[in-house]
């Protein structure tokens, strides 16, 4: 079971509604996006849809606050191959769609991961003299796991509810059978808990092979045990400690730099998702997870998910640009990933992410435009404006004007570029780029529409005045190709 498109309305940073169209084979999805560009909002889209499952959240909570009535939505697009018919699954704030058997299975076995959760392994722990993952693996990384003991007379509840079932009320102090019984569950959890740490850190020693480096991992658990005088259950602990090239660390989470850890993180969390209950849906999302880690430590990252991962379906999102392009060198063959971009543009009045299908920027305009939203419409057609002459400039190698910061690079210079190769043409070939009438329209509305300066006046200029700059910048990109 595959998602094979995303719609999304006002939830979060995205303002109106936006699909993504992961094709009917359901394909992965990488996808770059400026900071604010609503990369992180689709990420909490998918896993706020799927937890919805349990009930946990309220879509109303979570509703781009910029819109003025209660409209919003997200549907998921499911199928079980390119030939299955499609399963539509919605979450609003009057629908839930979502407490399927699919949607609740894919919830408890997903893998969601961002980079303020890889902090909780290592980097929250560094005044401490030594890494506590008992709340983390018990209360989160392996909470949905169940025993793979065929012989054991168990039950099929999560680690969780072995957790839950020990906790208190407390037997009082001469009831001799319920302590008993409450020991027997105590031995239960600890057994259980202990196949878990076993298995995961077989496998997460595995995994940091791929990294390259010479470390081990070890996950120490003494055992719950129940305090009767004080009414407490004592030892709650997992230490996670390391070895490096052989040698014992102590404190390791103060002594190995940022990658090392990084990669232990890493290591950890896609470990305790392979562990999960099996699903028809899999999900692995990944945030922006490996800005810890330089170029050298990433690229095995691509291995271990080709490797561990192949039956997942893959969000993964960054902010790095360089290292978005590597990736979409490398996962261009076999047809299995789709590539995006995600752009961060505001009016003054609201925050708008610009991404479309295929770059369809004018497109997109056309429908703001039909809608009345002026100042929408505006925001995609700067964005269409600029997307046009960038693309000719590099396709044509143009000289641009050069700036040390690449964030003062403005359209103006790109635009000079493209009038200084109209003249030569001109003077050179006796032909030109670009008609005078359409540098002379584009340079007006460039002023008034297509100037990211220009919100405040566009509520004020007429709808007629849109559609012509809408025309003029069509034309552009057909003249320019």
Same mark, same amino acid.
């Given at each position: ?48 849809? $799927?937890?919805?499952?349990?009930? &946990? *959240? +309220?879509?109303? !909570?979570?509703? =781009?606050? @910029? ?50 959760? $890889?902090?909780?392994?290592?980097? &929250? *722990? +560094?005044?401490? !003299?030594?890494? =506590?993952? @008992? ?347």
């Amino acid at each position: 079971m595959r998602i094979t498109k995303i719609e999304i309305e006002n939830f979060r940073a995205f303002y109106g509604t936006y699909q993504l169209d992961l094709h009917k084979a359901g394909k992965n999805l990488l996808i770059y996006g400026e900071n604010g560009s609503g990369k992180t909002s689709l990420y909490q889209a998918l896993k706020l849809f $799927l937890e919805s499952s349990e009930g &946990v *959240h +309220r879509f109303e !909570d979570h509703q =781009n606050i @910029f819109i003025p009535n209660d409209a919003g939505h997200i549907k998921l697009h499911l199928r079980e191959n390119s030939g299955a018919n499609e399963r539509v699954y919605e979450w609003a704030q009057n629908v839930r769609e979502t407490n399927d058997l699919l949607i609740i299975d894919a919830s408890r076995t997903k893998g969601f991961l961002d980079y303020k959760e $890889l902090l909780e392994t290592h980097f &929250v *722990h +560094r005044e401490n !003299d030594f890494v =506590n993952v @008992f709340d983390l693996l018990v209360k989160t990384l392996l909470a949905n796991t169940v025993s793979r003991q065929a012989d054991r007379n168990v039950t099929d509840q999560g680690l969780a509810k072995d957790w839950d079932s020990i906790q208190p009320p407390f037997p009082r102090r001469n009831a001799k059978n319920e302590i008993a019984d409450l020991e027997n569950r105590i031995l239960i959890f600890n057994r259980e808990l202990g196949d878990r740490l076993t298995e995961l850190q077989t496998k997460t020693s595995e995994i940091l092979q791929k990294f390259g480096y010479n470390v081990t991992l070890k996950l120490d658990f003494q055992g719950i045990t129940y305090n009767q005088d004080d009414k407490t259950l004592d030892n709650q602990e997992i230490s996670l400690s390391v070895e490096f090239f052989d040698k014992s660390i102590p404190a390791h989470h103060r002594f190995l730099n940022e990658a090392k850890l990084s990669a232990i993180a890493i290591a950890v969390y896609f470990s305790s998702i392979l562990i999960q209950p099996e699903s028809d849906l899999k999900v692995l999302a990944l945030d922006d997870v490996l800005i810890g880690l330089d170029m050298s430590n990433r690229l095995p990252v691509l291995d271990i998910l080709e490797e561990y991962f192949a039956d997942y379906q893959i969000f993964l999102t960054t902010y790095d640009k360089a290292w978005y392009e590597i990736v979409k060198q490398r996962t261009s063959h076999g047809g299995k990933w789709k590539a995006v971009e995600f752009y961060f543009r505001q009016t003054d009045e609201y925050e708008i992410p610009v991404y479309v299908e295929d770059k369809a920027y004018l497109e997109k305009a056309k429908e703001y435009l039909e809608t009345n939203d002026y100042k929408a419409c505006a925001v995609y057609l700067r964005t269409a404006f600029e997307m046009i002459i960038e693309n000719f400039c590099n396709d044509r190698h143009l000289p641009v004007k050069y700036h040390r910061d690449p964030n003062k690079q403005d359209t103006q210079d790109f635009w000079d570029a493209i009038k200084v190769e109209n003249k030569r043409m001109i003077e050179k070939e006796s032909r030109t780029l670009l008609e005078q009438d359409l540098i002379n329209n584009i340079e007006l509305y460039r002023s008034r529409i297509l100037n990211p300066l220009s919100h405040a006046t566009i509520a004020n200029i007429p709808k007629k005045e849109i559609e012509d700059t809408l025309e003029a910048v069509n034309r552009l990109k057909t003249t320019l190709g």
